[in-house]
T-cell receptor, first 119, second 111 residues
Framework: GAVVSQHPSWVICKSGTSVKIECRSL??????MFWYRQFPKQSLMLMAT?????????EQGVEKDKFLINHASLTLSTLTVTSAHPEDSSFYIC???????????????FGEGSRLTVL | SQKIEQNSEALNIQEGKTATLTCNYT??????LQWYRQDPGRGPVFLLL?????KEKRKERLKVTFDTTLKQSLFHITASQPADSATYLC??????????FGAGTTVTVRA
């Protein structure tokens, strides 16, 4: 199957700093990538849809200025958590589907996730 | 509102038995439903997809059923093994391209 790589796998930062998480599709081009957030024992919550070459589409309640998404190439999307606070501590996961988001079946290939802890 | 509910948060079974997980949904009319496996601290991994016109789908020791009348999917792990211990998520795509997930059921298989 397709491989999605996410980096870093974990990060600890001080409150007020910004953290960047990278998501790469290693063996395919992804015009669309998705960013999820997951709290312990809870479902994956879609934060935003990252579109190559255009602005990301954010879900209701997700602050676009807080979670900056850049999808500058067909294989790389980044999520930057700006001015992070302890409540931003979570597990962030990116995903992509082959050929973009509007596939016939749309199974997603996920990165390994990034555990963010804000002190 | 749209909901995806997985019947139980945790399921403990003896090795060799069959685990059955339930996924119920409301206010969706999905063309297909997907199941994923998630290990602790890892991203989900796609397992199976079943379309609305398919009643049953199998992959090795996994079996999925899809009843659009009941708005329910059942996920079976037969001849379970300790290595099957993980959280299993159902997911469906309603009218747009976004995939929505249930909260998951954590399966623990005892040796």
């Amino acid at each position: 199957g397709a491989v999605v790589s996410q980096h870093p796998s974990w990060v600890i930062c001080k409150s007020g700093t910004s953290v960047k998480i990278e998501c790469r599709s290693l063996d395919f081009q992804a015009t669309t990538m998705f960013w999820y957030r997951q709290f312990p024992k809870q479902s994956l919550m879609l934060m935003a849809t990252s579109n190559e070459g255009s602005k990301a589409t954010y879900e209701q309640g997700v602050e676009k200025d807080k979670f900056l998404i850049n999808h500058a190439s067909l294989t790389l999307s980044t999520l930057t958590v700006t001015s992070a606070h302890p409540e931003d501590s979570s597990f962030y996961i990116c995903s992509a589907s082959l050929g973009g988001g509007r596939q016939n079946t749309g199974e997603l290939f996920f990165g390994e996730g990034s555990r963010l802890t804000v002190l | 509102s749209q909901k995806i509910e997985q019947n139980s948060e945790a399921l403990n079974i003896q090795e060799g038995k069959t685990a059955t997980l339930t996924c119920n949904y409301t206010n969706y009319s999905p063309a297909y439903l997907q199941w994923y496996r998630q290990d602790p601290g890892r991203g989900p991994v796609f397992l199976l997809l079943i379309r609305e016109n398919e009643k049953e789908k199998r992959k090795e020791r996994l079996k999925v059923t899809f009843d659009t009348t009941l708005k329910q999917s059942l996920f079976h792990i037969t001849a379970s093994q300790p290595a099957d211990s993980a959280t299993y998520l159902c997911a469906l795509r309603p009218n747009d391209y976004k995939l929505s997930f249930g909260a998951g059921t954590t399966v623990t298989v005892r040796a």
